[in-house]
């Protein structure tokens, strides 16, 4: 059975720092492409930062600089480290695995649960 189990999240003063992490199991954690989303109320889900199976990353715009992901395959983890947060940062992030299977192939996608972010003073 497939699993991703976020934790880390929490509530944060404006300027303050998380590090999220999303731990797997039931997959091969080393041949997928990791992607953290978040989810504020009554917007559409975002994607925040992502990794590849090379280790390739990629982040938002709105993250850019302050949000770094990261993975350890021996641990089947993938982290979050964000920093200098601000109220816009709330949200229910969530981490996927996504295990490409070849070209105009669907990828193979599994979600976690999520884990609650609030930056409030």
């Known amino acids: 059975q497939v699993q991703l189990v976020e934790s880390g999240g929490g509530l944060v003063q404006p300027g303050g720092s998380l590090r999220l992490s999303c731990a797997a199991s039931?997959?091969?954690?080393?041949?997928?492409?990791m992607r953290w989303y978040r989810q504020a109320p009554g917007k559409q889900r975002e994607l925040v930062a992502g990794?590849?199976?090379?280790?390739?990353?990629n982040y938002s715009d709105s993250v850019k600089g302050r949000f770094t992901i990261s993975r350890d395959n021996a641990r089947m983890a993938v982290y979050l480290q964000m920093n200098s947060l601000t109220p816009e940062d709330t949200a229910v992030y969530l981490c996927?695995?996504?295990?490409?299977?070849?070209?105009?192939?669907?990828?193979?996608?599994?979600w976690g649960q999520g884990t609650q972010v609030t930056v409030s003073s």
């Open positions: 996927r695995a996504a295990q490409q299977l070849g070209i105009g192939m669907t990828p193979r996608t599994y």
């Open positions: 039931g997959i091969i954690f080393s041949i997928y492409d």
């Open positions: 990794i590849t199976r090379e280790g390739i990353t």
